[in-house]
Structure formats: structure tokens, C-alpha cells
């Protein structure tokens, strides 16, 4: 298990991560400058907090400001990527990765290299030097490095940033199905949302030094705790309302625009706040059909904008209400399929269904 | 395309109006610096044979005393600099600004003050000398008192160039060497060191061929005695002034030249063959 609690002050900013984790894949996510790397420096040992703890798995306490423990980096035994790979310019791949293993015997040296040039398939590529390797290898290099020396812990920091978009979904596919094998733990540091929930086992929020929410993938972006979380893992439609009701679980959310039933075990009880729903959850509702549910909020909307997004379809819609002063602005997104079946092209007015198990409520 | 063309053509006016006004005036400035050399190097050839002078006790005991006290210099240059330019490039500590001074001021310091405050310091009067004296140690004009004139002076020159080798290498490499199980200085010597080696070799290289020019402060720490403080450049003046023949003053000067060159020449190949283009 890794556990993390620490502050750290640099200059005015001051960073006090708390999270943990066991053998799986974390994603620390946050805009940039939110301390996320801050944070993989102070677990590798390059930076000395100045309170708190950080244990390592397997128990191994690698800094205790009260215990005065400040383990070595050179002894915690974490494999750490930084973001621009810091790859030995002078060494070929091979030394590169075999410069972490400097304590093993020749034989079982050469051994371990080989197993993880396998492991990477950076076959032929081991006498190259790194402005030799296109950026994908050197990627592959620097995780291979990382990983020689065999660490309980394995810290990433943006490391596919660089590359192009269909190399890094590789790579991100690639680094799961290692960490499953490899039984390691990995702290990934990344500001792309996308990423964050293609890797992600477990997301910790980062915002201006602290830790605002973690918990599993799933549940941190379907249930974000509050509206800053909302807004960084991009749910695009937050709705303020007044809780009417709370009766066993559900609540009733009156907005000015219509009113939902929303069941969340995290409800605020009373007072105001916003409903959170990500453009994939609300639905386009067929005429002369109802929402499946009957939960569902559903409500009269126009498209003002539809812009085509590869395999979906983004749709800016206008609820308006007489009676409310202005006009809700919500995003849709509705996949390139559905689209054409219903015939979103055709009309501009729909009846929009906001599925109520995918909606959340943050206070204001 | 049509932007791409316009640049160029505008460029070799620019370029063709500027070699117009400047070119005669660097063709000139090459004159005045080709034209001394190759006069020392006729008049050398132009003597016939040198090898008399060149093997004379005069020269030889010059030659023998250049080479050992700047191979001297250079040797505790590199021991005593190397840690300190490392120190520059990456620690802030208190009076940082103070040691850079100290080292880069022998750079615009004329020799000869310098020679007088090693006399102030370490002469038999000396500030610090009179304790060696009394201890029965007597630096000021020995052997000892030129490599401390030649170090004075051009171990700055190493300094110097291998700090900004050092700051050239991110500290990241040496951060990631360490989360990789090297102690700091394995880390320093696989990784910092063979990246910033070009600079180092370049800066042991001025700061050699400063060594071997050493004159003015060896002339008043060290004296000019024949074998035990008269270097090379030292012998071309004592040579000029004793009314020897202007020939012992040639030899010696065209091994000097012949030197330079050399070294010159070791310059451009280190800084070639970098191992790595950063």
C-alpha cells in the first residue's frame, strides 16, 4: 500500500497531497501547476517535505518528519519517468537500462536487460543511442529503465505528452496490461482527462496543492463530491437548483427549468445545489416515445449548435422556460449512430431525457 | 514559396552589401595577424639551422621548466577546480557571489599585480610567507613559486569553462541516476562527468596555454634564474636583453608557436567529437 501525507512548501505554494493506493494504476489528474509532479518528486526522494509521511509499498516508511526518516533516493527503490524522459544521451539504450542494475553480477545483468528489451520490444534497438530512437522507443527505453531494478513502485509523469495521439493510445494500452502482469504499483500524473480515464484504476483530483476527491475511475467521474471536481473532470453541465424533498434516497431537485428526482447516497439533504451530468447522459427521446425511466427528468430543448466530433456528435441545446429569466444552455452528445437512425439533421426541437442514476449533486 | 524566395533574395542583398563595406577591412585585420607569424616562421627557415639554439642549455633548461611547472599548474587545476567549478554550477550557498569574483577577477587582473600580491602573501615578508619561513620553507622565487604564478592566473580559465560544461548537463540526469540506485558520486562520474567532458577538456586546454604564457607575475613571485624559475617566455626576454642573438629568441618562440598550435588544433577537435550533441 502506498500512503501518501505530506506538505511541501515552495516559494508561496504550498502542497499537501493525501491519497493511497494498493497495486494498481493511479492517476493523479489536475490542471498543470497543481502539484502533481511536485508530488512524484517527493516520492521518489528528490524533494524533502517539510511534515508528514510517505510509505512505500511493502511498509517501507520512506520519509516520517516526526520518526526523522528521509530515506535515500538511491534507497527507496521507485522507478520514476520524468516528463521529458531524461534518457542518458551518452549511453545506448541498452546502458541506459542497465544502469540500474550496476548491485547484479554480469551474467544475471545481461540476463534482466534482455528480459525487459523483451518485455518492451526494443529488439534491435539496444545499441542505439537516444537521439537515434524515434519518441515511442524512447519511451519505451525510459520504462524499461524504470523498471530494471524491479520497484514495488513505478512513477510516471506525463510520459506520453509528446507523442502523437494514436502512439500514445499504444502505449497507454501497453502500460495496463504491464502493470496487471507486473503486479506494480503506478502513480501516472497527467492534465488529459482522457487519458486519466483510459488508465486510470484510481483517480485522485489535484487542485492547487490539495487533493480534492479520489476513489475508483468510475465513481469520481459519475459522482464528482464538488462543483471545482465537476468542473475539472469536465461534466460541462452543472444546473443550480433547491432541494424540495428527500424522501428514502431521492431527492427532488427544483431548478427553475423543470424538476428531477435524483437518487444519490451523497445528497445534500436541503439548500442549494447543482445537478451534475456529463453530455454523454442525457438522452434524445424519440417522438411519440417517453423516457425509459421514470425518473428521468425529461424536458422541451432546442439545438442551436450541433458540431460533428468524429464518432459523436456535440449538440448545444436551449431549454427555455417562460416563467425562469434566462435561458439553461446544456451540451448533448450523442453518438454518429443514434444520429442518424433518429434524424437529429432534421429538426431542431427534441424533448431531452436527463437519466437520473448518471446524475449527481454538489452543494453550491 | 513566394515568402521562403522573398527572405533569401533579401538576405544576399543584405549580406552582398554588407561584404562590400566590411570585407576590406576584414581582409586587413587577417594581414595584421597572418603577417607576424609568418615572418617568425621565415625568418626561422630563413636562419637556416636552428638546432644549435634549440639544444642549447639556455633553451633546453626553458623548455624542460615550461613543460614540468605547467603540466604542474594544470594537474592542480583540474584536482583543485574540477569540485569547486561543480560547486559553482549547481549549489547556491552563502558568499557565492564573493567566490565568483575571486575566481574570475585573475582573468582582467594584469599579471604583474598579480605577481606582486603572491609576493605580498607567500614572500619571505609575506603576509603568510613569514610562517613558512619560519617553519624553514621558502616558496618566493623557486620552482614552487612559478606553478603558483601560473596557477593564479590560469586556473580560472579552467574553472570557468568546466562550470558552464557542469551547468550545461540538467541536474534532472543526476535526479533520476539517483531513483536508478547511483550514489551521487557514481552519478557524477557516469553521467555528469562524460557529459560535460568537452567543456572540461577545453577549459584544461586554455587553461594550460595560460599556463604556458605565464610571465608576468612569474617574473616578480618567481625571479628569472636559468633552471629553476626561467620558463620559456621568461628565457625570450632574458635572451633579448643579454644581447644573445635574436635566433635563441626565435627558437623559442617558434616552439611556443608550434605549441599554440597545437593546441589550438586539440581545441577544435574536442569540441567536434562531443560524444553528445545536447
Not at chain 1, 339 to 363: F, P, Q
Request: proline share 5%; aromatic share 6%.
Amino acid at each position: 500500500m502506498l500512503s501518501i501525507d505530506f506538505d511541501l512548501r515552495v516559494g508561496d505554494f504550498d502542497l499537501q497531497p493525501t491519497f493511497e493506493s494498493g497495486d494498481e494504476l493511479v492517476v493523479l489528474f489536475g490542471p498543470s501547476g497543481c502539484g502533481k509532479s511536485l508530488t512524484l518528486q517527493a516520492i521518489a526522494g528528490l524533494r524533502t517535505p517539510d511534515s508528514g509521511r510517505i510509505v512505500l509499498p511493502g511498509e517501507r516508511i520512506a520519509f516520517d518528519a516526526e520518526a526523522r526518516v528521509n530515506m535515500a533516493p538511491q534507497a527507496r527503490g521507485v522507478g520514476y519517468v520524468v516528463q521529458n524522459l531524461a534518457l542518458f544521451p551518452h549511453m545506448t539504450a541498452r546502458q541506459n537500462i542497465e544502469f540500474g542494475l550496476a548491485h547484479l553480477p554480469k551474467a544475471r545483468r545481461s540476463e534482466r536487460t534482455l528480459a525487459l528489451v523483451d518485455l518492451l520490444s526494443l529488439q534491435g534497438l539496444e545499441g542505439r543511442r537516444p537521439a537515434q530512437l524515434s519518441g515511442g522507443q524512447q519511451q519505451r527505453v525510459a520504462l524499461a529503465r524504470a523498471l530494471a531494478a524491479e520497484p514495488s513502485l513505478l512513477l510516471l509523469d506525463e510520459p506520453f505528452s509528446a507523442l502523437d495521439a494514436s502512439l500514445r493510445g499504444v502505449l497507454r494500452r501497453e502500460l495496463a496490461s504491464l502493470q496487471k502482469r507486473l503486479g506494480v504499483t503506478v502513480v501516472f500524473v497527467t492534465h488529459d482527462l482522457a487519458e486519466a480515464y483510459s488508465l486510470a484504476d484510481r483517480i485522485v483530483v489535484y487542485d492547487a496543492g490539495r487533493v480534492l476527491q479520489q476513489g475508483s475511475r468510475a465513481d469520481v467521474l459519475s459522482r464528482p463530491t464538488s462543483r471545482r471536481v465537476a468542473e475539472l473532470t469536465e461534466v460541462r453541465n452543472i444546473i443550480p437548483g433547491q432541494v424540495d424533498a428527500y424522501v428514502e434516497g431521492v431527492a427532488a431537485i427544483r431548478t427553475p427549468w423543470f424538476t428531477a428526482r435524483i437518487r444519490d447516497p451523497k445528497a445534500p439533504i436541503r439548500g442549494d445545489v447543482s445537478i451534475c451530468i456529463r453530455p454523454e447522459h442525457i438522452l434524445l427521446v424519440r417522438e411519440g416515445r417517453e423516457s425509459s425511466h421514470a425518473n428521468d427528468a425529461v424536458v422541451a430543448a432546442e439545438i442551436i449548435e450541433d458540431v460533428p466530433m468524429g464518432n459523436t456528435h456535440r449538440l448545444y441545446m436551449r431549454v427555455e422556460q417562460p416563467e425562469s429569466r434566462e435561458p439553461l444552455l446544456l451540451e448533448v452528445d450523442v453518438p454518429a449512430h443514434p444520429y442518424d437512425v433518429i434524424g437529429v439533421a432534421t429538426k431542431s426541437h427534441w424533448n431531452i431525457a436527463l437519466t437520473s442514476e448518471r446524475c449527481s449533486l454538489v452543494s453550491n | 514559396m513566394a515568402l521562403v524566395a522573398e527572405t533569401t533574395r533579401t538576405r544576399a542583398i543584405g549580406s552582398l552589401g554588407l561584404g562590400w563595406l566590411f570585407g576590406p577591412l576584414a581582409i586587413l585585420f587577417v594581414a595584421f595577424l597572418s603577417v607576424p607569424l609568418i615572418a617568425l616562421a621565415w625568418r626561422g627557415i630563413e636562419s637556416g639551422d636552428l638546432s644549435e639554439q634549440m639544444t642549447s642549455a639556455f633553451v633546453l633548461d626553458a623548455l624542460r621548466l615550461s613543460a614540468i611547472t605547467s603540466t604542474f599548474t594544470l594537474l592542480i587545476a583540474i584536482i583543485a577546480g574540477t569540485p569547486l567549478a561543480y560547486l559553482l554550477a549547481r549549489r547556491d550557498f552563502p558568499g557565492k557571489f564573493i567566490v565568483e569574483v575571486l575566481v574570475d577577477l585573475p582573468l582582467v587582473l594584469p599579471p604583474t599585480v598579480a605577481g606582486v600580491a603572491l609576493l605580498v602573501a607567500f614572500g619571505r615578508r609575506g603576509v603568510v610567507g613569514e610562517y613558512f619561513d619560519d617553519a624553514g620553507l621558502n616558496i618566493a622565487f623557486t620552482t614552487t613559486a612559478v606553478i603558483l604564478a601560473q596557477l593564479f592566473v590560469s586556473a580560472p580559465f579552467y574553472i570557468r569553462t568546466a562550470k558552464a560544461g557542469f551547468q550545461s548537463v540538467t541536474p534532472e540526469y543526476e535526479g533520476v541516476a539517483s531513483t536508478l540506485g547511483a550514489s551521487p558520486l557514481r552519478a557524477f562520474w557516469r553521467i555528469t562527468l562524460p557529459l560535460a567532458w568537452p567543456s572540461l577538456v577545453a577549459g584544461a586546454i586554455l587553461c594550460w596555454a595560460r599556463a604556458l604564457s605565464e610571465l608576468g607575475a612569474t617574473l616578480i613571485f618567481a625571479g628569472n634564474f636559468q633552471g629553476e624559475t626561467q620558463t620559456m617566455p621568461l628565457a625570450i626576454i632574458s635572451a633579448f636583453e643579454s644581447g644573445k642573438s635574436i635566433d635563441v629568441s626565435i627558437a623559442l618562440s617558434l616552439i611556443l608557436l608550434a605549441a599554440a598550435a597545437v593546441m589550438l588544433l586539440l581545441l577544435r577537435v574536442v569540441t567536434r567529437t562531443a560524444p553528445v550533441r545536447m
